[in-house]
């Protein structure tokens, strides 16, 4: 027996500020044909169920239907007044203006309290208990416990108003609710789960203004209930095959996400529990077109061995840098459509490799598996794998285990492919990759060893031009550096000195982006120049004196003693 109040009662619906999931639609399909027919702003219903029939010729003065009511002088009786009139009587107008009261009494704003969310949580734990008592009473008869099932339902999804009240989440905590909504992971009902999964996603959400010990308390109390295995436990049992299970393998990558912004979080997702592994494997499934779960597992995959050296050591035991130099070989000459899942995705597994090459047995592997070979081939013939292979040799060749890339580069002809692409004006990042490659070759390549002589070869040819483009970068960098330091000297100046401890990260911050880290990597390679080849350092000396450059300036820069370098602490 339904209630009455019942049928008129609003559910609030609150929007949200996370990130939106695309979800595609296909117009082919009957059921997505049939609501776009039931909900057509401008359709009829009725007027669509039923079927029309069009009559050809005139009927003439055919009337049908009933006869009109007698015309009156504007006089009319108590029964006519009744039916043609208001066509309701004193008791039903009476009931539905108490109706119309109620509904207003509705759609008064609850105020949202810690008093309100203890209403909440004893009606969630009675709808969770309740459920779970039917579940087990009538395990094999759904009638009985799915209208209990759609109750909790609705409680869960009423849960997303907290995110607008982050004040409310340690009160959510000691009443033991977080808890509770960690423990729906394992509902039987995937239904549940998927709910529970994106009211969790809502409460971490970064977009949320919770203070860091509100966040923290609710994220610990999670941790603390298995928040980690259930997600994962979620992972293995949604079939993307279907729409619902796509979306929740999306709100499960956004948790983790929400997650990793706590550093100390990141290195627990790899270590207690199976999602490296998991996302080496989503990221290899072939598809038509890379979905958006697709690249956002590559995302997670990058910010997960981004910031851990534990996980990269699990990646790269898990043979991640062979195969995500595998899923980058098709991109040797051909390009992501720009704007796309695709391009990102690409992105991501650079920057998975990328992340890996900074540790001693992510060169090895890296080595083994050919990636400097692959690299040479999109700098030669990519184009916009061209930056990321750059940047990814970059990283292989430098630090004191870099010598063997170093080694392979040169037996592998690279030289002729990053001198040749340095010669022509490039973007500031290449150029930036462009020199570090040359100063890890310089500082890594064993003394009169063949890969060294050839390296000095290059450098030679056209009696060193290099070293000219070389000083023409330091000009134009040493030029923009003193531009910025002229303003940064004009804002120290009018703030007091304990404001100008507070500025110098974003200080130096605008020094780097004005070319500081292009300036000290040239001094690095021409000091290199110099103490090497007698006819290298004439070189220099004779092309920084034409450009008013002492080579007193590079032995400054080496020591940290040049202009823009003071009061940086």
């Keep these: 027996m339904y209630n009455v109040e019942d049928l008129f009662k609003k559910r609030p619906s609150l929007p949200s500020t996370k990130r939106k999931l695309d979800l595609n639609s296909d117009a082919s399909k009957p059921d997505t044909v049939y609501k776009a027919t039931k909900f057509s702003v401008d359709g009829d219903v009725k007027k669509n169920g039923r079927a029309t029939i069009e009559e ?6 055919v009337t049908a239907g009933p006869q009109m009511p007698p015309e009156t002088d504007g006089v009319l009786d108590d029964d006519d007044d009744r ?3 208001g066509g309701v009587d004193k ?9 119309d009261e109620r509904d207003k009494d509705d759609a008064k704003p609850e105020k949202v309290d810690t008093r309100w969310l203890q209403k909440l949580a004893i009606n969630f734990q009675k709808k969770i208990s309740k459920n779970t008592e039917l579940r087990a009473k009538f395990e094999d008869i759904p009638q009985k416990f799915m209208s209990s099932e759609a109750d909790l339902d609705a409680d869960i999804k009423a849960l997303s108003i907290l995110a607008e009240h982050p004040e409310l989440y340690v009160e959510f905590v000691k009443l033991g609710c977080a808890t509770s909504l960690v423990s729906l992971l394992s509902h ?8 529970a999964i994106e009211i969790i ?3 971490t959400d970064e977009d949320v203004e919770a203070e860091q010990e509100q966040w923290d308390a609710l994220v610990d109390a999670m941790l603390e209930a298995d928040l980690l295995d259930l997600l994962f436990e979620n992972v293995t049992r949604m079939n993307e095959d279907l729409e619902s299970d796509r979306a929740a393998i999306y709100h499960i990558l956004g948790v983790l996400e929400n997650l990793s912004s706590r550093p100390s979080i990141i290195p627990q997702l790899g270590r207690d529990s199976k999602f490296i592994e998991w996302l080496l494997s989503r990221i290899q499934i072939k598809e038509a077109k890379v979905t958006q779960n697709k690249q956002y597992a590559a995302e997670i995959l990058a910010i997960l061995l981004q910031s851990s050296p534990e996980n990269r050591a699990q990646f ?9 130099l595998q899923l980058l070989s098709p991109y040797r000459k051909q390009d992501p459509s720009k704007g796309t899942d695709e391009e990102e995705y690409v992105e991501n597994v650079f920057d998975c490799i990328t992340s890996c090459c900074d540790d001693a047995d992510g060169k090895s592997k890296f080595l083994d598996a050919e990636g400097v070979e692959l690299c040479l081939i999109m700098v030669r013939e990519g184009r916009m794998s061209r930056s990321r292979a750059l940047r990814l040799l970059d990283h292989s060749l430098g630090g004191p285990d870099g010598w063997p890339c170093c080694e392979r580069l040169v037996d592998a002809a690279g030289l002729k492919a990053t001198f040749g692409l340095f010669m022509r004006k490039q973007d500031n990042e290449t150029t930036e990759h462009l020199l570090g490659i040359f100063a890890s070759l310089l500082r890594s390549l064993p003394g009169n060893s063949a890969p060294r002589i050839r390296l000095l070869a290059k450098l030679e040819e056209k009696n060193w031009q290099v070293v000219n483009r070389l000083v023409q970068i330091r000009r134009e960098a040493v030029s923009r550096i003193a531009s910025v330091d002229k303003d940064i000297q004009a804002e120290r100046t009018s703030i007091p000195a304990e404001e100008q401890g507070i500025r110098a990260d974003e200080w130096l911050s605008r020094r780097l982006d004005a ?18 080849d007698e ?3 004439r070189t220099v000396e004779a092309t920084m004196s034409d450009s008013s450059q002492p080579l007193e300036a590079i032995r400054k820069t080496l020591k940290g003693r040049h202009p823009w370098a003071h009061h940086s602490s």
């Excluded at 050809?56 to 003065?61: E, L, M, R, T």
């Excluded at 790269?316 to 995500?324: A, K, Q």
């Excluded at 880290?517 to 690095?524: G, N, R, Y």
């Design 91 to 99: 008791n039903t107008a009476d009931i539905l203006d108490f109706i």
């Design 83 to 85: 039916f043609f009139g």
């Design 515 to 532: 070319g500081l880290f292009v300036l000290q990597t040239v001094d690095v390679i021409l000091a290199w120049l110099v103490a090497e």
């Design 56 to 61: 050809d010729g005139d009927d003439g003065d």
């Design 188 to 195: 039987d009902n995937t239904d549940i789960a998927i709910d």
């Design 535 to 537: 006819q290298a350092k």
């Design 316 to 324: 790269v035991s898990l043979n991640g840098i062979d195969l995500c």
């Design 201 to 203: 996603n809502e409460l």
